[in-house]
């Protein structure tokens, strides 16, 4: 062997074991330093609002996953096209400007569609991919005297993927559901739901929970509002199966104690027997997906959705109207002593998320 082929070798050897020991690191730190919340446990409620909630009320609710706001039409996303290893010509995260435009944008449009409540997803506290904006006190301050709430289900002091090119690590995440109400609680908790990834991985994945907020109503009963997030990188729907069923009891049970309940978000399954591909047939999904059984729920309880527009898109570009997939997964279930009175997908043509807003009108009822 050539002194040039031993020197070679020797500089591939010492990069090799360079990488492994950074990777080593990374999982060892990682792991010790992993957010595995466990059960139910208590959220700090932040102003008051009005409470109790009148019997006879008639309410409105918008559900909106805001992507971070990072993740709007202008951007791509390198994870939805496989880049664990490498993000190739991907985004890791936006420019800072453009994650600015999303969230001028966002604010906008809470303060162009006043409601009662807001369920609020992938809401940034401080994280690296959106530039340590904090979303969930921006919007706070925007609805001055709601209640507002934050659960957390991403708290990762270094997320290390792509994991070839460490310098455009996708970094600190800290991340989660935000509620905002009109009217008071009287107990708010953060349920964690069952089921995780295998390690590795889980050390770098969301841990999903359901935002659980009880209103009390002033005919003795209570609102029971979640919040939720469902899995969506879960190849066999193992996940969301133990997830659905979790909240099947929750709710029911619930319900049984003779509250109204509600819940809504980001639930990544479309609602029972929607067509995952009716507004771009025959195209490529950006990830696996699942309707809810037509029988998971009593036939009382009724799924809100606006058949006639998305709510998600693929994020392995930016947005194309005319190519890229979308379909819908976010929506509202509510159980039979409540009135639905009217729901709309507010279309902006994912100018600002890669999720579109929902908004809903309901009457409790006896």
């Known amino acids: 062997m050539s002194q040039k082929l031993r020197k070679f070798f020797k500089a591939f050897g010492a990069l090799l074991l360079l990488f492994l020991l950074y990777a080593l690191g990374i999982i060892l730190y990682g792991t010790y330093t992993d957010y595995q919340p466990t059960g139910v446990a208590p959220l700090q409620v932040q102003q008051q609002g009005t409470a109790p909630l009148p019997a006879d009320s008639t309410l409105s609710l918008l559900s909106w996953n805001l992507g971070y706001c990072g993740l709007g039409a202008k951007c791509n996303f390198f994870y939805n096209g496989g880049g664990f290893f490498l993000a190739g010509d991907k985004m890791v995260r936006p420019p800072e400007e453009l994650v600015q435009e999303n969230y001028q944008g966002v604010r906008k449009l809470i303060q162009n569609n006043p409601s009662d409540i807001y369920l609020l997803q992938e ?7 959106s530039y340590f904006l904090n979303q969930y006190e921006g919007v706070k301050e925007l609805l001055g005297g709601f209640v507002s709430s934050f659960a957390p289900n991403f708290k990762v002091d270094r997320v290390p993927i792509p ?10 995440a800290h991340s989660g559901l935000a509620t905002y109400s009109r009217y008071t609680p009287n107990k708010v ?3 964690q739901l069952p089921g995780e990834h295998g390690w590795p991985d889980r050390i770098f994945q969301l841990d999903r929970c359901a935002a659980v907020h009880y209103l009390p109503v002033d005919n003795g009963k209570q609102l029971v509002l979640l919040n939720i997030h469902n899995s969506a990188y879960d ?6 199966k133990q997830q659905m069923n979790y909240l099947k009891d929750f709710l029911l049970a619930e319900y049984e104690k003779g509250n109204y309940v509600i819940a809504g978000g980001d639930w990544n399954q479309c609602p029972p027997f929607f067509k995952f ?27 809100i959705y606006d058949p006639t527009l998305p709510t998600s898109r693929s ?3 930016f947005f194309d109207p005319k190519s890229t997939f979308i379909t819908l997964i976010d929506y509202f279930l509510i ?10 997908t507010i279309n902006q043509d994912f100018r600002f998320s890669d999720h579109q807003a929902v908004r809903m009108e309901v009457r409790l009822g006896g």
Do not use: C
């Open 123 to 129: 809401v940034d506290m401080a994280s690296k991919r």
């Open 163 to 172: 994991i070839l090119e460490p310098w455009r690590a996708y970094g600190q």
């Open 189 to 191: 908790e953060r349920h």
């Open 235 to 240: 190849k066999n729907g193992v996940l969301k």
């Open 277 to 303: 591909d009716a507004f771009r047939p025959g195209g490529r999904p950006y990830q696996a997906h699942y309707n809810i059984d037509a029988e998971f729920m009593p036939s009382d309880w009724q799924w």
């Open 315 to 317: 994020t392995k570009e």
């Open 335 to 344: 159980s039979p002593n409540i009135n639905a009175l009217k729901v709309k």
